[in-house]
Nanobody, 122 residues
Framework: QVQLVESGGGSVQAGGSLRLSCAVSGRTFSSSVMGWFRQAPGKEREFVARITWGAASIYYADSVKGRFTISSDNAKNTVDLQMNSLKPEDTAVYYC???????????????WGQGTQVTVSS
């Protein structure tokens, strides 16, 4: 069973940076694609970034391209999301997800973490 635990959320002012980390246990082929999603109050869960282990394939949502960087560490079984130049509209609960399909759609991911809050103030 794949388990995901996010950490690193918090509050920051606009223009600041945060680094989220997702610790992956029970990693198998069923978790070969790792994604970050976010959900703001009253909004649907939206794709942020995804990566395959070893970084063979990386993809970002247009809204975060150039500001966020996703990375994976095979030795530590972690997937990080470095977030720079944060904006108030980045405020949301951020979720780590794992699956086998290279997709931006939430239902394409089987395993989910509990989420971590990111709040960006203006």
């Amino acid at each position: 069973q794949v388990q995901l635990v996010e950490s690193g959320g918090g509050s920051v002012q606009a223009g600041g940076s945060l680094r989220l980390s997702c610790a992956v246990s029970g990693r198998t082929f069923s978790s070969s694609v790792m994604g970050w999603f976010r959900q703001a109050p009253g909004k649907e869960r939206e794709f942020v970034a995804r990566i395959t282990w070893g970084a063979a394939s990386i993809y970002y949502a247009d809204s975060v391209k150039g500001r966020f960087t996703i990375s994976s560490d095979n030795a530590k079984n972690t997937v990080d999301l470095q977030m720079n130049s944060l904006k108030p509209e980045d405020t949301a609960v951020y979720y780590c997800a794992a699956g086998i399909t290279v997709t931006t759609i939430p239902r394409g991911y089987r395993y989910w973490g509990q989420g971590t809050q990111v709040t960006v103030s203006s």
